[in-house]
Nanobody, 118 residues
Framework: QLQLVESGGGLVQAGGSLRLSCAAS????????MGWFRQAPGKEREFVGR???????VYADSVKGRFAISIDNAKNTVYLQMNSLNPEDTAVYYC????????????WGQGTQVTVSS
């Protein structure tokens, strides 16, 4: 089993940056893809981005060019660097582990709140 714990959320002004962390325990990232999702109040959870086990990344159009996912294997931690934040980025952010064979997200963190003020 993979346990995920997010941290790094908080309040930031528009135009600012935050880096979210997702610490994993129980197993390593070697054989799974790691994704980030977010859910704003009153909205459905949406895909933010994913780093595949091959190292390739994919991002939602809404964050492309502003957000970046990286992994520190030594720390067993996934990061989401968020730049040029705007109020529309306000949400609870979740990291998730995806089974690369079935494409299903099987492991989820508890989420961390990001609030961007205008």
């Amino acid at each position: 089993q993979l346990q995920l714990v997010e941290s790094g959320g908080g309040l930031v002004q528009a135009g600012g940056s935050l880096r979210l962390s997702c610490a994993a325990s129980g197993r390593t990232f070697n054989n799974i893809d790691m994704g980030w999702f977010r859910q704003a109040p009153g909205k459905e959870r949406e895909f933010v981005g994913r780093r595949n086990r091959s190292g390739t990344t994919v991002y939602a159009d809404s964050v492309k060019g502003r957000f970046a996912i990286s992994i520190d294997n030594a720390k067993n931690t996934v990061y989401l660097q968020m730049n040029s934040l705007n109020p529309e980025d306000t949400a609870v952010y979740y990291c998730a582990g995806r089974n690369p064979y079935y494409g299903t997200y099987e492991f989820w963190g508890q989420g961390t709140q990001v609030t961007v003020s205008s």
